[in-house]
Each structure stands twice: as structure tokens, then as C-alpha cells.
């Protein structure tokens, strides 16, 4: 375990980027976080390089303390985390020291070809070819599951890797007569297109000539947009047999084109319907801060009215939150963006469900009431906040104190990132000496710098990492009682599903 210790002792100096003080959480803290939010991008206080250096130790390191752990975490960070990269990157280091554990994390990590397609290309960077044979043994389990729609959409160049590379180098055995026209196919080789209907509409697609024959192949063949778009430039008409084969998200992303296209008013009615279908919400796994980006580009006002009501969905059937909570949100400089976009539509969604048991302040180095309305969407109300200066953490916990407000909740949201050292923690045990020893904490950290306001060692004092919906679940299943985030990891069954 030796660089474990040398990982922790490098970071004992307990301090953040900023050089103020700031307490350790355990490793499995750690882990779940560099998880959650390291997405490997720039940041306000660390760059790319950095944060992919952090990365790789804590993957290392988790490999040295806990290797059962870190493949539970992989699952969950993938399935619930809404994140890619970390955990296929911990899944290539996991795959090399801990090859037995493949057999129940690869499945559930490595989910569609891209996925697999990063995973080969992270594998080259680290030297190791294609793996070995236990790796090799899951790629062919995995394109035994390649369907047309996948050929279709997953072959492209500009990945690195495309399927027909991968069935090239590791030589899958096909299970039907379906799958082998359909590797043959995707190697070039001649084969009868009988049995594959979505590639023979694809491929009469690549010669179609007219308008109508377009629209024919797209309607026959549930042709996905991304590769139509990629071989013709559509018409008004085309974009509207696209909208059908459209994904929610991928709709979200292209409500500006359609509006260019002449096409947005047309089919608003359809629009709309896919956007407030509760069930198609919950499967799609959102994250809320599309719904506002949308929100920011579309002009029309009632598909701004829709995307009000996709977040309201995308929350309401979540547990409510149990007793009286204090809602702080940091609108400091460093959380301008995409950080305050996200935190906002928490803030105001978690206010929400308190309906009305609760406080909404707004703070960086002074508190103000975020006046917030349990009848106004959130949508609205989250797209109104504004980030402005310095950060103070433990100003909110202070005015809760001096105004002698009881609460059973503090739900504080922020990057962490302050100019006037660590007095959340300070605060907050103040306020339980003086008001409610009970009060349990929520910190969301909702950047990836894993150092914390509060010592692991306190037991009511939550750290959550990440921010996905999942948060907010989370949060309200501990107000009711649930264990900690990192024993719902360790719940997590390696021989199936939880």
C-alpha cells in the first residue's frame, strides 16, 4: 500500500487550491468524487493536465486499497453518475491489476460502442494493444450485441475506432444468421441484406435522388438523424420526418436548427408532447442543465413553456425532503457558468420540496433571501440568478445562527473555491452548539477539487459529489435516514444487480 501512503501524506497539508485550509475526506470519498465530477476538462482553478494527473493517482490508489470497491464505484458512477470518461478510464487500470473483476464491471460500464471505443483508445495510449484475452473475451461478448441501428450509427470515422476495426482485430463469433450478414456487412464483405431492413433503407438512402425517396428511407428504416445529416443537407420536409427518429436529448440540442430550418412552429405540437413525456424523461436520464442551455437558445414561448415543464418532471417524483432545511447557494465569481447554471436548478428544485418548510439564501461574501416561489417553475426562477464576488462559505450558517433559526437541514452548494479561508465547518459547529446538535449537513461540491469544509470524521455532516439528479434523491433519502453515499457503493452486488 505504499502509494496510497504517499498519495495521502502528498496531501496532508490540508489545504485547497487556494492555499486555504480544508480537511481530507477518506479515500473512498475521494474516489467517488474524482468519479462524480472530474470530467478531465479546464476548470476555475485547475487545468486539464492536472486534473488528469490527480485522476490517475486516485485511480491507482483505489486499485492498492480497495480494488472491489473502486469496480462498484465504476457501476455507479456509470449508471448513475452520468459520467463516461472517469470510469472507463478506471475500468483500463482495473482491467490490467484486477482482470477476475471483469466479468461483472465491463457489461456494466462499457454500455454502447463509443463507450468501447474510448475504452480501446485509453488501452493503446497506456501501451497495452488490445488488452489480452480476458479483455478480448468481453469485446466479442459485447459485439455479439451490435444491432443494425448501431452498425449504422456507431461506423464512422473520427473516433479512433469504429466497429468494423474492432470486429476486424478481435474476430467475434457471430450467434446467428442475423449477426454474421450483419459483421459481414460491416466488413465489407458481400452478404444479403434480406434479413437487415434498417441497413437496406440505409443504403438506399446513400442513392436516393429525390425528396420523397429521403423520406421514404428515413420512415422505413428509423434512420437516426446524426447519419442522415451527415450525407444530406436537410429540406424543411426532411427535417420533419428527422423529428420522429430524434432522441429527447439529441431534440434539446437541435431546437435551435429546426427553428432555422422553418420547421419549429410547423411541429410544435409534436415538440412539446416529447418534451413533457414523463416516462421518456425518466428513462433518458437528463441532466437538468440541458433543459436551461435549450431554454437560453430558443426564442419560441411555448417551447420555453415546455422546457420549464421538463424540469419540473424531470423532479417531481422525488422523495420530498424530511423536516425544516436551509438552502445556501454559492453565486461567487468562480461558480459563473455552467456551475451556477447547475447549482441554481438544484437550489430552486430542492427548495421546492420542502414545499415551503424552508430557506433559500443566496451567498458569497453576504447573504441575501433568494425570495424563492413554490409556484413558479424553476426553470424560470434558476435562469434569474446572477454570480457576483468573493466567497465566504460560513456567512449563511452565521446569519442562520445570529437570526436564531432552527433548522434540521443545511443543504450548502458550491465549488468550494474561497477567498477568506474555511469557516463553513467553524460555523456550522457554532450552530450546533447553540441551536440544534441534530442539524445534519449537505455539502455539494459540485466541482472536481475533492478537498472538504468539514473533517470525515463528523457523522451528520454529508459530502456529495456530482450532479445529477441522483443528488437530489440522495439528499432526501438521508434527511429520512439512508446510509452514506459510500455505503450505497458498497451495496452494490459485483454478481448482478443491486
Not at 441532466?287 to 415543464?309: H, T, W
Amino acid at each position: 500500500m505504499g502509494n496510497v501512503l504517499k498519495i495521502f501524506a502528498a496531501r496532508n497539508s490540508k489545504s485547497n487550491h487556494e492555499g486555504y485550509p480544508a480537511y481530507e475526506r477518506s479515500l473512498e470519498e475521494q474516489y467517488l468524487q474524482t468519479l462524480l465530477t472530474n470530467t478531465l476538462g479546464n476548470t476555475y482553478y485547475t487545468d486539464q493536465s492536472e486534473l488528469l494527473d490527480e485522476a490517475m493517482d486516485m485511480h491507482q490508489a483505489m486499485i492498492e486499497y480497495d480494488p472491489e470497491f473502486m469496480a462498484k464505484a465504476l457501476i455507479t458512477a456509470r449508471h448513475e453518475g452520468y459520467m463516461r470518461l472517469q470510469p472507463i478510464l478506471g475500468l483500463t487500470l482495473l482491467s490490467q491489476a484486477r482482470p477476475d473483476l471483469l466479468d461483472a464491471v465491463f457489461p456494466r460500464v462499457i454500455l454502447i460502442p463509443s463507450d468501447l471505443f474510448d475504452f480501446l483508445t485509453i488501452l493503446k495510449s497506456q501501451g497495452r494493444g488490445q488488452g489480452g484475452r480476458a479483455i478480448k473475451r468481453q469485446i466479442n461478448r459485447f459485439l455479439c450485441r451490435t444491432s443494425e441501428y448501431w452498425a449504422i450509427k456507431y461506423n464512422g470515422r473520427g473516433r479512433g475506432y469504429n466497429l468494423t476495426d474492432v470486429i476486424n482485430t478481435t474476430h467475434p463469433k457471430p450467434e446467428t444468421d442475423q449477426q454474421q450478414a450483419l459483421f459481414r456487412y460491416l466488413l465489407g464483405k458481400p452478404t444479403s441484406l434480406e434479413a437487415l431492413p434498417q441497413i437496406t433503407a440505409w443504403e438506399q438512402l446513400k442513392r436516393a435522388d429525390t425528396e420523397a425517396a429521403i423520406i421514404s428511407c428515413i420512415a422505413e428504416g428509423r434512420l437516426p438523424f446524426e447519419v442522415v445529416t451527415g450525407v444530406i443537407q436537410p429540406t424543411p420536409s426532411i427535417w420533419t420526418a428527422l423529428l420522429e427518429q430524434m432522441p429527447t436529448l439529441a431534440l434539446l440540442r437541435n431546437l435551435n436548427a429546426l427553428d432555422r430550418a422553418g420547421v419549429l412552429e410547423e411541429n410544435r405540437s409534436y415538440i412539446m408532447e416529447r418534451l413533457t413525456d414523463r416516462e421518456a424523461l425518466r428513462r433518458t436520464k437528463i441532466l437538468p442543465f440541458r433543459f436551461l442551455n435549450a431554454f437560453y437558445q430558443v426564442k419560441d414561448a411555448l417551447i420555453q413553456d415546455s422546457l420549464r415543464q421538463a424540469v419540473e418532471l424531470t423532479f417531481d417524483n422525488l422523495p420530498d425532503l424530511a423536516g425544516k432545511t436551509a438552502i445556501f447557494l454559492d453565486i461567487s465569481g468562480s461558480m459563473n457558468g455552467e456551475y451556477l447554471r447547475t447549482g441554481s436548478l438544484f437550489a430552486v428544485s430542492l427548495y421546492k420540496k420542502t414545499k415551503g418548510n424552508g430557506l433559500f439564501w443566496l451567498f458569497d461574501t453576504r447573504v441575501d433571501d433568494a425570495r424563492p416561489s413554490l409556484h413558479d417553475s424553476i426553470i424560470t426562477q434558476a435562469s434569474q440568478i446572477r454570480a457576483r464576488g468573493g466567497t465566504d462559505t460560513g456567512a449563511p450558517v452565521r446569519k442562520l445562527r445570529e437570526d436564531q433559526i432552527k433548522v434540521d437541514n443545511i443543504i450548502i452548494i458550491t465549488d468550494e473555491q474561497q477567498n477568506s479561508g474555511s469557516p463553513f465547518y467553524r460555523e456550522l459547529k457554532k450552530y450546533r452548539q447553540q441551536l440544534n446538535p441534530n442539524t445534519k449537513a449537505f455539502v455539494i461540491d459540485i466541482a472536481p477539487y475533492r478537498h472538504a469544509m468539514v473533517p470525515a470524521t463528523d457523522p451528520i455532516t454529508h459530502y456529495i459529489y456530482g450532479w445529477s439528479e441522483a443528488v437530489l434523491s440522495y439528499i432526501s433519502q438521508e434527511t429520512q435516514g439512508y446510509g452514506s453515499m459510500v455505503e450505497k457503493v458498497r451495496s452494490v452486488d459485483l454478481a448482478g444487480q443491486r
